[in-house]
């Protein structure tokens, strides 16, 4: 007896032998997300956030799902988010279609590095054949109200153990600088780490 079933992903029941084979579905994938490089921005201003999505999928796909935008201290989703906004898109998709959403948001009163992640189809309402592109992080991150130290100038606050304080550092280009750290540490270590154009990391 043939298999009309549908589903995914392929499987063998063995008591009938029945062979299900994958069903033609219709996949979204996250493009793009905005912003695209490290942007210096005040407490409480406004920004836009640009993504999107694409399905890769072999079939057109008529429902409708929602993505959601989250602003985030680190590359990745936790319950200490901020939920930007959510954007719902109707219409359906077809296969090698592709729609792009903008946001309106404002960022956050504490100061720090942020980055944008937006999530296609979050509320799961659409069955998909894959959910690891469904996630993106933009490429750049949001410099929100950080202290900036010129040349010649300085900058003092307090760093948590294993946390990062951020400063904004301005210079001409081309000229030699040496920057100095005087640190009071009861134990471990404090170090001072820079990088052009994006916040830098211990790797």
């Keep these: 007896m043939p298999n009309v079933g549908t589903g995914y992903p392929v499987f063998v029941a063995l008591g009938a032998y029945e062979r299900q084979h994958n ?3 219709g996949d979204l994938a996250m493009v793009s997300v905005s912003p695209a ?9 406004t920004f836009i956030v640009e993504w999107t999505v694409a399905n890769v999928g072999a079939e057109d796909l008529n429902e409708s799902w929602t993505d959601t935008v989250y602003l985030s201290k680190d590359r990745n ?19 090698t279609g592709r729609y792009t959403a903008t946001l309106t948001a404002a960022t956050p009163s504490t ?7 937006v999530r296609t189809n979050s509320g799961n309402s659409l069955t998909e054949p894959a959910l690891s592109n469904n996630l993106m992080v933009g490429a ?9 130290l010129r040349v010649g100038g300085s ?22 600088v040496v920057l100095s750290l005087d640190a009071a540490v009861t ?6 780490y ?6 830098p990391t211990l790797t």
Excluded: K
Excluded at 157 to 176: D, K, L, M
Excluded at 187 to 192: I, K, L, P, R, S
């Design 23 to 25: 069903t033609p579905m």
């Design 37 to 45: 490089t490290t942007t210096a921005l005040a407490a409480g201003q």
């Design 77 to 95: 989703i936790s319950s200490d988010d901020i939920v930007l906004g959510t954007g719902v898109h109707d219409g359906g998709l077809a296969t």
């Design 111 to 117: 100061p720090g590095v942020y980055y944008v992640i």
């Design 140 to 148: 750049g991150a949001l410099a929100v109200g950080l202290p900036v």
């Design 155 to 176: 900058v003092s606050g307090t760093v948590a153990q294993n946390q990062w304080s951020y400063v904004q550092f301005e210079a001409t280009p081309g000229n030699t």
């Design 187 to 192: 134990n471990g270590a404090t170090g001072v």
């Design 194 to 199: 820079i990088r052009y154009g994006t916040p």
